[in-house]
């Protein structure tokens, strides 16, 4: 069973950043590809940010440029640094894990593990 949780969320002003980790009990983030997604009130779910084990990234069009995922295998943890961060980023922040190996992945993004969120809310 794979526990993904996360941390880091809050309260940040417009134009400021914030990152938020994720952490995993029972596999290692090391050979899959791990995701960040958000959730508005009122929304659906969007993808953020992936990042495999080869180290190739993902991002959404919306936070290209500003927000960077990285993961530290030392530490089994991914990490999502937000940069230029704007109201419209105000979300509940999900850790994903998809469990396919690294050589059978292929996007879009397979959320087989999911962490409980965090909140990221950003004022104008």
């Known amino acids: 069973q794979v526990q993904l949780v996360e941390s880091g969320g809050g309260l940040v002003q417009a134009g400021g950043s914030l990152s938020v980790s994720c952490t995993a009990s029972?596999?290692?983030?090391?050979?899959?590809?791990v995701g960040w997604f958000r959730q508005a009130p009122g929304k659906e779910r969007e993808f953020v940010a992936a990042i495999r084990w080869s180290g190739l990234t993902y991002y959404a069009d919306s936070v290209k440029g500003r927000f960077t995922i990285s993961r530290d295998n030392t530490k089994n943890a991914v990490i999502l640094q937000m940069n230029s961060l704007k109201p419209e980023d105000t979300a509940v922040y999900y850790c994903?894990?998809?469990?396919?190996?690294?050589?059978?992945?292929?996007?879009?993004?397979?959320?087989?593990?999911w962490g409980q969120g965090t909140q990221v809310t950003v004022s104008s």
């Open positions: 029972g596999r290692t983030f090391s050979t899959y590809a």
């Open positions: 994903s894990l998809d469990a396919r190996r690294d050589s059978y992945y292929k996007p879009p993004f397979r959320g087989d593990y």
